[in-house]
């Protein structure tokens, strides 16, 4: 089933829940109402929004995630359900993964992320082939750092030799920030939804960041992003905006291959969550990786 991506933006809204659903009102006007079980991500940026703690439990009992945001439209934390029985099991698993399938995991990762740039970029250009002859070269844990060779190449050829890919930096990188902050929270409620806890990598191991495992799972995932900001900048647009945010939020049910099959982005997702489970359970030695599609 493709879960919904709610935004609550604009002033006065009022978030309760009724029948299974949760309603949207505006004074005394009911302006939305959407069921629970079709929501994955419920992304809240406006200061004045208010809800009570019943709100919060039900979306995450119904299996959502919930990302508050601050006065600057950044989020500034993320709610994840975590229901899943067989959790336990599968955190010991993963508590337990060897570093050799931790760097074997880390390669398989870094060479579908380099394939992925590559696709978004021309096919026969230079840099494309660059980058495919470079994913080829990804050893174990990439000791060599493939991913930061790709990235010295990609960047320039995505936009101009001008751009530095920088959080902080000037735009599109807060289209990319967005763009990034609604894939990765769809990523890390996989996570949780497959029992697996978000703080446990494979690679990404910065001691502030509560995310580490979804870090690692985002990166095949970047180019879908990429390749949407790229054409929002050639069309002129650079701020995080109301149209922009519509755009960026609709790659989360782009299509996306996994194993020869195509569907939206967040079934991929799971689908890639889901062979991550079976990695750490010894039952399988690959990734089920995202293909971007034309």
Not at 105 to 132: F, H, I, M, P
């Amino acid at each position: 089933m493709i879960k919904r991506t709610i935004e609550i933006s604009g002033r006065g809204n009022h978030l309760y829940i009724s029948q299974g659903s949760l309603g949207i009102r505006q004074g005394r006007q009911i302006v939305a109402s959407i069921p629970l079980e079709d929501i994955g991500l419920l992304i809240l940026d406006a200061p004045d929004t208010t809800y009570t703690h019943h709100v919060l439990w039900e979306v995450l009992a119904a299996g959502g995630a919930i990302i508050p945001c601050g006065r600057d439209h950044h989020p500034a934390g993320l709610f994840l359900p975590q229901n899943n029985t067989l959790q336990t099991q599968r955190l010991i698993s993963q508590a337990k993964a060897p570093l050799p399938l931790r760097k074997r995991l880390w390669k398989q990762l870094v060479q579908s992320k380099v394939r992925n740039q590559a696709r978004v970029l021309e096919s026969g250009s230079a840099t494309a082939k660059a980058l495919r002859n470079l994913a080829t070269e990804v050893r174990s844990g990439d000791p060599t750092n493939i991913e930061a060779q790709a990235a010295r190449k990609y960047w320039p050829a995505l936009f101009d030799d001008s751009f530095r890919r920088n959080p902080d930096g000037a735009p599109p990188n807060g289209l990319l920030n967005y763009g990034y902050m609604a894939v990765r929270a769809t990523v890390a409620r996989a996570i949780c939804g497959a029992g697996l806890h978000p703080s446990l990598a494979l690679h990404h191991h910065n001691r502030n960041n509560a995310f580490c495992l979804a870090d690692d799972l985002i990166e095949p995932l970047r180019p879908l992003v990429d390749r949407e900001v790229r054409r929002l900048w050639r069309e002129g647009h650079k701020e995080v905006d109301r149209e922009t945010k519509t755009a960026l939020l609709s790659q989360l049910t782009a299509e996306i291959e996994v194993a020869a099959v195509r569907g939206p982005l967040m079934v991929a997702i799971e689908r890639m969550t889901a062979s991550l489970v079976r990695c750490y359970a010894g039952e399988q030695k690959d990734l089920e990786l995202p293909i971007l599609c034309n």
